[in-house]
Each structure stands twice: as structure tokens, then as C-alpha cells.
């Protein structure tokens, strides 16, 4: 059974920190790109950073030098280290991991990030 679950989201002020995890079973994690994106209310779901299988990382222009993206593929987990937060950060951030040779792909269930100014 594929699982792909979020953690870590929650209220922080203007300039604060936080740390999401994405935690994923049932599918080879070795192989798969894994992806963070987000959703603000009224808007479209926008990639945030992506990790490749040889760890190769993107970001997106508004969250470059405040947010890093990391994997342990032994615990079969992506990270998002997200720093000096603004409230334009304020989304539900999603979990994905993808393989593009099979067209494969899995989401998790999002995780609120609110940031007050």
C-alpha cells in the first residue's frame, strides 16, 4: 500500500522556521524524484523545490537561499527546511513523488503552513 504523509506544517511568525517531512512506503523511494508544492487559498498549486534520485535540487525563484530541500533514503523520507518565512508562504504544502520513466506518481495529503506577519 503506496502512503506518501506529511508532517511538520503549523503557525509560525514572519521570519521563522520550520521543518516539513514527507514520509513514504510502499514503492521503491530510491528511485523517485520527490517534490514539494503548494496551494494558497484562490490560487494554483505551484512547485516548490524538487530532489532527483542522484540529488539533484530546483527551486523556485521566490523561495531560493530560504528554503532547502533534502532526502534520506533510508528513512524514506523528503525533507523541506523552510527559513525566514513570509506570509506569502502561507499554504497547504503537498508531498510528491514521481518517476518519469513509468509516469508514475504518488501525493500525500497536504500539511498546513500559516505565517503571520
Known amino acids: 500500500q503506496v502512503q506518501v504523509v506529511e508532517s511538520g506544517g503549523g503557525l509560525v511568525q514572519s521570519g521563522g522556521s520550520l521543518r516539513l517531512s514527507c514520509a513514504a512506503s510502499?514503492?521503491?523511494?530510491?528511485?523517485?524524484?520527490m517534490s514539494w508544492h503548494r496551494q494558497a487559498p484562490g490560487k494554483e498549486r505551484e512547485l516548490v523545490a524538487n530532489?532527483?534520485?542522484?540529488?539533484?535540487?530546483n527551486y523556485a525563484e521566490s523561495v531560493k537561499g530560504r528554503f532547502t530541500i533534502s532526502r534520506d533514503n533510508a528513512k524514506n523520507t523528503a525533507y523541506l527546511q523552510m527559513d525566514n518565512l513570509k506570509p506569502e508562504d502561507t499554504a497547504v504544502y503537498f508531498c510528491?513523488?514521481?518517476?518519469?520513466?513509468?509516469?508514475?506518481?504518488?501525493w500525500g495529503q497536504g500539511t498546513q503552513v500559516t505565517v503571520s506577519s
Open positions: 530532489i532527483s534520485s542522484i540529488n539533484m535540487k
Open positions: 510528491k513523488a514521481s518517476r518519469s520513466v513509468s509516469g508514475t506518481h504518488y
Open positions: 510502499g514503492f521503491s523511494f530510491t528511485y523517485f524524484t
